[in-house]
DNA sequence: CTAGACCCGTGATCCAGGTCTAGAGTCAAG
DNA sequence: CTTGACTCTAGACCTGGATCACGGGTCTAG
């Protein structure tokens, strides 16, 4: 087992994982990252394993999680037993919240394709598909 | 021409477009909205032509445009030439960013799906694809 | 020892797009 | 005339996810 302690600094955390200093403190305070050891002077002294969980955080936020159900997904993680089915399903969750979005976006992107093409992108400002669109009554 | 000056309150325009009163105003605020006629007592007096706009706005903003946008888009349709031409170059903007962000997130729900997938829903915590997906290096 | 880089906590600020509050005036029905 | 619904303004507040500013303490290379 490798339990160094190898012990970083705020900044050398940040710079290893590409965030801002600030974030990691807000990340401290909103509670996702634990309250880590500190110095004599106070400063802030990391571990591996922050590094470790920070980029748990910053892939779970590339993933589409917010700051809450990340939190919650840390404290499942934790969960030896019950903790794997619920972070399935908290994935399941999220991965139907994007097929969601993708379908509106979809949808969106149809409505305004089909102006665009429609548009010959001169005269009257009356006959520009796209400004009859957005005023007239008749749309979806 | 049907130039009746129908004289709506703001509370009737809410309504009517089945927006909030404040938001009216705050648009107006924006600049979105023309600054309205008053009755002696100062209250907005609007006409049909606001009703009209009011649904611009809102089905542009379902469009994905910001209020930024909208607000030239309102400024390029009262221009009777040149307008045109440059409604439609906003719409193809529009366009190609909702088709990145549309792919933006099918390559997240890709890796959340496979994710999904392959994790069994039980065992240790160590053993779960997502979860290791989330804490290893190796990723993307 | 000192300069410069780093860190501390607390609280303010930012972005968009509204939403809400307070206190006062106005309108329409009964 | 009263009551209750409506409107007015100015400004504060909200969400999420940071980011910045302030005034001060600490660490390290030279």
Chains 1, 2 share one sequence.
Do not use: W
């Amino acid at each position: 087992m490798n339990t160094q302690h190898t012990s970083l600094t705020i900044g050398a955390v940040a710079k290893r994982v590409g965030v801002a200093i600030d974030t990691i403190r807000y990340y401290e305070r909103e509670g996702l990252l634990p309250e880590p050891v500190r110095r004599a002077s106070g400063y802030r002294s990391y571990g591996e394993g922050t590094i470790a969980q920070l980029r748990f955080i910053r892939r779970a936020k590339d993933l589409g999680f917010t700051l809450e159900e990340i939190r919650e997904l840390l404290a499942l993680s934790a969960d030896r037993q019950r903790g794997v089915k619920a972070v399935k399903q908290r994935a399941q969750q999220r991965l139907a919240a994007i097929e969601l979005r993708i379908a509106e976006l979809q949808r969106v992107r149809d409505g305004l394709a089909q102006l665009v093409e429609s548009c010959p992108g001169h005269g009257k400002p009356e006959e520009c598909p796209i400004l009859r669109a957005l005023s007239d009554e008749a749309v979806s």
